[in-house]
């Protein structure tokens, strides 16, 4: 199915919450290109640029990068990505971070994911993650087919280094402080649209459904008299 027209999305959720795992669904399912501030930042720091070196150290301890530092990356890809549908992940995470967005484009709709803080916490501790893709496993949910290899490209997977429970518990505070404010930022536009439980299974035929109905409102049925 061909989009009639961009269509502009925000994926919102604590830490663990499966931003990343419903995103890669959301992409194969309706074809959105995804960026995620996390999976950019990572690729910085593996590569060593000055950004990355110099973020590291925030990222490892479960801290935010400084909002301008943040918006300038996100908006400099965006600016390759302007003439396609897009899915944001990870951005924005303060209202900062939000009025900035708005600054620059319409949001069409935001999709926050809400697990409980005890259901993250042992799902992060098991992550393996495909750095160059974003790619994510989990020994027990989704574990890869060969054990510590991607099952696309068949290279190593890791382990990201902010996922020790001391860094898990510092994220999901900072979560709390810093990014709860942007859900009711985005709340009190009427544009938030939330999807609770503890299972990603259960929680994505609710989300791939909305969004049919989001992209694809020509197809739905009209139900009416005859
Ligand atoms: P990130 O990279 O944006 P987080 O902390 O927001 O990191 P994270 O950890 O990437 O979010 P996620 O994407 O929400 O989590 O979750 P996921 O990877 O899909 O799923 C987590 C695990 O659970 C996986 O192993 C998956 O397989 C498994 N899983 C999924 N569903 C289920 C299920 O139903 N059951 C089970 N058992 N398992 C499941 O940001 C990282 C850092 O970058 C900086 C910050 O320092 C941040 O801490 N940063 C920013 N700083 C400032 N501003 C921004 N905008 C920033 N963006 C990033
Ligand atoms: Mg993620």
């Known amino acids: 199915m061909v989009?009639?027209?961009?269509?502009?999305?925000?994926?919102?959720?604590?830490?663990?919450?499966?931003?990343?795992?419903?995103?890669?669904?959301?992409?194969k399912r309706f074809g959105l290109t995804h960026l995620s501030s996390g999976d950019l930042l990572r690729a910085n720091v593996k590569a060593q640029t000055e950004l990355g070196l110099l973020m590291k150290s925030c990222i490892?301890?479960?801290?935010?990068?400084?909002?301008?530092?943040?918006?300038?990356?996100?908006l400099t890809e965006m600016r390759s990505i302007e003439k396609s549908s897009w899915l944001l992940d990870?951005?924005?995470?303060?209202?900062?971070?939000?009025e900035t967005l708005d600054s620059v484009c319409s949001v069409d709709t935001v999709i926050n994911i809400d697990v409980p803080f005890q259901t993250i916490k042992q799902r992060l501790t098991s992550r393996w993650l495909h750095l160059p893709s974003g790619r994510v496993y989990n020994i027990d949910f989704n574990p890869p087919k060969i054990s510590g290899l991607d099952d696309v490209t068949g290279e190593p997977l890791i382990q990201r280094d902010d996922d020790t429970p001391e860094t898990i518990t510092?994220?999901?505070?900072?979560?709390?402080?810093q990014t709860q404010p942007v859900l009711e930022y985005y709340r009190s536009k009427g544009m938030l649209e939330t999807f609770s439980g503890t299972e990603t299974n259960k929680i994505?035929?609710?989300?791939?459904?909305?969004?049919?109905?989001?992209?694809?409102?020509q197809n739905e049925k009209v139900v009416g008299k005859a």
């Open 3 to 27: 989009l009639q027209r961009i269509f502009r999305t925000v994926i919102m959720g604590p830490p663990g919450s499966g931003k990343g795992t419903v995103s890669g669904r959301i992409v």
């Open 60 to 74: 490892d301890q479960g801290q935010l990068v400084p909002d301008d530092v943040i918006s300038r990356l996100i």
């Open 90 to 98: 990870g951005f924005p995470r303060t209202v900062a971070q939000a």
């Open 170 to 177: 510092r994220r999901l505070k900072s979560y709390e402080i």
């Open 204 to 217: 994505w035929p609710h989300i791939q459904a909305f969004l049919s109905k989001k992209l694809f409102p």
